[in-house]
């Protein structure tokens, strides 16, 4: 996404009236706005488009929104923001399950949704800053240097060092935002990615759901806990079933 480019959304809202005014409020925070009113229409208008973030509707006519976003996810790490019209537990559950990154109650306040779109968009393009390199040895939770590659040498004139971190057969290339699992790439949304790069930060200790969503979420206050449970989920499908433990009680911590 260019820095001057104007943020694309794609909105999949069968309500003609809701469908609009989504589109005209989100349109006069500077958005560029793509619509369609069911599920198959949404899928070949991400197919055919580019999209930086997807707004889907749980209830679609034909392909409903949590088979979209399972589609959607099959091919792509687009950020995407489900609506519920109900908030009911189930579609919560469902559509984080699928992959979605957050959800929304509706009718969403204006000002509510542009602060999750702003959120998700921050997720999907931010850079950390390298971790500190350890001369050691790989081991559990250690860093080694990775070697030196053109493709990575020269940014703005200047020389970085990428490193990786290693959990067992877990590596993550914490400068290419990449992560390996016994060797093979693992392909993580940005989400998933930050949850664990926020884990990588701080191994073996607990850190707490509300603690989570502020510094992975970028909640400015404490949400919905069941957003962080579905993603650890997820995670824990791609990297191991084992390697983020469960504390009863207090919250999630990266084995080392």
């Not at 999907?124 to 971790?131: D, G, S």
């Not at 909640?219 to 989920?233: N, S």
Request: net charge negative; hydrophobic share 45%; aromatic share 6%.
């Amino acid at each position: 996404m260019s820095a001057s480019a104007p943020v694309t959304i794609l909105i999949v809202e069968d309500d003609e009236v809701i469908r609009r005014s989504l589109a005209m409020a989100l349109e006069r925070y500077g958005y560029r706005v793509t619509v369609a009113g069911d599920g198959l229409s949404g899928l070949e208008l991400f197919r055919t488009g580019h999209h930086d973030l997807l707004l889907l509707d749980v209830m679609l006519p034909g392909l409903d929104g949590i088979g979209l976003c399972r589609r959607i996810r099959e091919t792509s790490t687009d950020p995407i923001l489900m609506m519920s019209a109900r908030g009911d537990a189930l579609d919560v559950v469902s559509g984080l399950e699928a992959g979605a990154d957050d959800y929304v109650v509706k009718p969403v306040d204006t000002a509510v949704l542009v602060a999750r779109i702003r959120s998700l968009l921050r997720r999907a393009t931010f850079a950390p800053a390298p971790a500190p390199v350890d001369p050691v040895a790989p081991a559990a939770g250690s860093t080694v240097r990775l070697p030196d590659r053109p493709d990575h040498l020269e940014q703005g004139g200047q020389h970085h060092q990428r490193t990786r971190l290693h959990f067992g057969d877990l590596a993550i290339d914490t400068a290419g935002l990449e992560v390996y699992r016994a060797g093979e790439l693992v392909a993580l949304a940005p989400t998933e990615l930050r949850l664990l790069l926020e884990f990588a930060a701080h191994p073996g200790i607990v850190l707490d759901r509300q603690s989570l969503l502020r510094n992975v979420w970028d909640y400015g206050w404490d949400g919905d806990t069941r957003v962080v449970d579905l993603c650890v989920q997820r995670l824990r499908k791609k990297i191991g079933a084992d390697r983020i433990e469960t504390v009863r009680g207090f919250g999630y911590k990266l084995r080392r």
